[in-house]
């Protein structure tokens, strides 16, 4: 989908910049000014050859069962709450998930169970998120991801997850001043997460906590308050088929990331 053609809430246009190197990347993050003009930028990256491939390969193919569709087909920006005191950090866009509609969680299997359990918490307006445009709203929560452009296999490598950081690391720059609570679905994202912290200034724990559902660390940082990482198992059919992540389990970190949000509970309550 090319920007400013028309999709619902597409943060782009036409003379939106694009990163076509790891260097362009880095240089265009920091140089975003405002949180729309950083997704704008996020929408539209074509650094990383393997994943622009793939991703635009899945949009002109697609599944049988959305044939009929258009597909986004582009690295799917951070979306939410603009001032969230939550954020809520996955791998990568799903291929026939937010590779499709261009929202992150929104389209699959895996968005079906985080935007329930969202909604039953009161960090989202609808218990589910079908397409862009929708209506769904995210109170006080936003949503990012390591990786901004489906992978192959679900397994962006490290090359790729390095040259994507950049923007993870700006958006969380920007959102610091509101945020308490970060939400790591699954280990990916938490090991990921760590030299991000460390570049928006976060104070590194030593040693650190070993992911785990349920895992959780404050993260300090000189002239901000504290903020709690949290784990929590990924929302992918594979956990959520079997029973590894329930309904109940990931009410529970929504519930205490919320609560910690409101200043209701401490570290280790």
Not at 34 to 40: F, G, Y
Not at 142 to 157: F, I, L, S, Y
Not at 235 to 257: E, K, V, Y
């Amino acid at each position: 989908m090319a920007p400013g053609t028309g999709w619902p809430d597409d943060p782009a246009n036409a003379a939106t910049p694009v990163a076509s190197t790891g260097a362009e990347v880095v240089e265009l993050a920091i140089g975003a000014e405002t949180l729309p003009e950083l997704t704008a930028r996020q929408s539209v990256c074509r650094a990383c050859p393997r994943l622009v491939e793939w991703r635009e390969e899945v949009a002109l193919t697609r599944r049988k069962s959305f044939r009929a569709e258009r597909y986004w087909g582009r690295p799917v920006p951070g979306w939410g709450d603009p001032a969230p005191s939550i954020l809520i950090v996955g791998l990568a866009p799903a291929a026939h998930g937010g590779n499709r509609t261009g929202r992150v969680f929104t389209g699959d299997r895996s968005g079906d169970f985080i935007f329930a359990s969202l909604y039953r918490c009161g960090l989202a307006a609808q218990p589910d998120s079908v397409t862009a445009g929708d209506g769904q709203r995210l109170i006080g929560a936003r949503v990012a991801a390591v990786v901004r452009c489906a992978p192959p296999e679900n397994k962006p490598t490290p090359q790729e997850r390095d040259r994507c950081l950049p923007w993870l690391t700006a958006e969380l720059r920007m959102v610091t001043p509101a945020l308490r609570v970060i939400v790591c679905l699954g280990g990916f994202a938490w090991q990921a997460l760590w030299p991000v912290l460390a570049a928006v200034g976060y104070e590194m724990p030593r040693p650190r906590q070993a992911f785990g559902h349920g895992a959780e660390t404050v993260l300090r940082s000189a002239g901000q308050p504290d903020v709690l990482l949290l784990g929590c198992y990924h929302p992918s059919q594979q956990n959520t088929f079997t029973g590894r992540l329930t309904p109940a389990m990931l009410d529970q970190i929504f519930t205490r990331a919320s609560a910690f949000a409101r200043g209701a509970v401490l570290p280790g309550e």
